[in-house]
């Protein structure tokens, strides 16, 4: 049996700290993800209903549950293990595929892509990503 419970303020036993559940739901993680490029496999996620692998180091991902408006914050890291000393960086949401053009993102979906320091593309082996803001 499922229940409920309710409370506008949460706090620690001794009454010193307290915080507004407001301040504890729009605090947390709306979405987030794991995932292979390389293998085209999601490792773990929240709120996150597919990926799709548009090209070398450009992938989407689709969210679940929409969030509010297009304006959320996102952010990422690459790494790929299987080239030694070279480590990537991603670019997030507003981009084409070229990484250089503004682009367009959705409350239901984010793309990205991962380079090299150089310019090269690369489909890294751990793109993570977290996603804020209020869902719809």
């Known amino acids: 049996m ?9 706090t620690d036993a001794s009454s010193n700290n307290s915080t507004a559940m407001s301040v504890v739901n729009q605090g947390t993680a709306k979405a987030w993800f794991t995932y292979d490029q390389a293998n085209n496999t999601s490792k773990d ?15 989407k991902m689709n969210m679940t549950s929409a969030m509010s408006d297009t304006f959320y914050p996102a952010t990422g ?18 981009h084409d595929d070229t990484g250089s053009t503004p682009g367009t993102f959705t409350t239901t979906q984010c793309r990205f892509g991962c380079y090299y320091y150089t310019t090269n593309r690369k489909d ?9 803001g209020d869902l719809a």
Do not use: E, K, P
């Not at 890291?77 to 507003?94: H, K, N, P, Q």
């Open 2 to 10: 499922a229940s409920i419970l309710r409370v506008n303020t949460l």
């Open 45 to 59: 996620s929240y709120n996150v209903s597919s990926f799709s692998d548009d090209s070398t180091g450009d992938f």
């Open 77 to 94: 890291s690459a790494y790929d293990s299987t080239t030694a000393g070279v480590d990537g960086i991603m670019w997030l949401v507003g």
């Open 124 to 132: 890294a082996i751990r793109n993570r990503v977290i996603i804020q």
